[in-house]
């Protein structure tokens, strides 16, 4: 059983940066590939990027490729997501998902799911 715990959101003007975290719970955390995924109001929840277990290969919508970058830390249980040159289609309740198949990652059929963390990005 892995839990996963979102935090770093909050409110950030245009062209600002956050950096969110997903801590987890377990000690196979190594062993799963990450996620970040978002929900803005009234739309469905959207892909933004992905890890291996190993670090490598990230992979990134083209909404956030450039700005976004997915890390994480295996010895620290964590996953982060750095996020430059804020929009405000940005704004949105952002997830973190784990899974030991990269694929039901990517197609938001992760086993586990965190509780979001939102983001407002002003104009």
């Known amino acids: 059983q892995v839990q996963l715990v979102e935090s770093g959101g909050g409110l950030v003007q245009a062209g600002g940066s956050l950096r969110l975290s997903c801590a987890a719970s377990g000690r196979t955390f190594m062993h799963y590939a990450m996620g970040w995924f978002r929900q803005a109001p009234g739309k469905e929840r959207e892909f933004v990027a992905l890890?291996?277990?190993?670090?490598?290969?990230?992979y990134y919508a083209d909404s956030v490729k450039g700005r976004f970058t997915i890390s994480r830390d295996n010895a620290k249980n964590t996953v982060y997501l750095q996020m430059n040159s804020l929009k405000p289609e940005d704004t949105a309740v952002y997830y973190c998902a784990a899974d030991n198949d990269q694929i039901r990652v990517r197609v938001q059929l992760a086993e586990y799911w965190g509780q979001g963390t939102q983001v407002t990005v002003s104009s």
């Open positions: 890890i291996s277990w190993s670090g490598g290969a990230p």
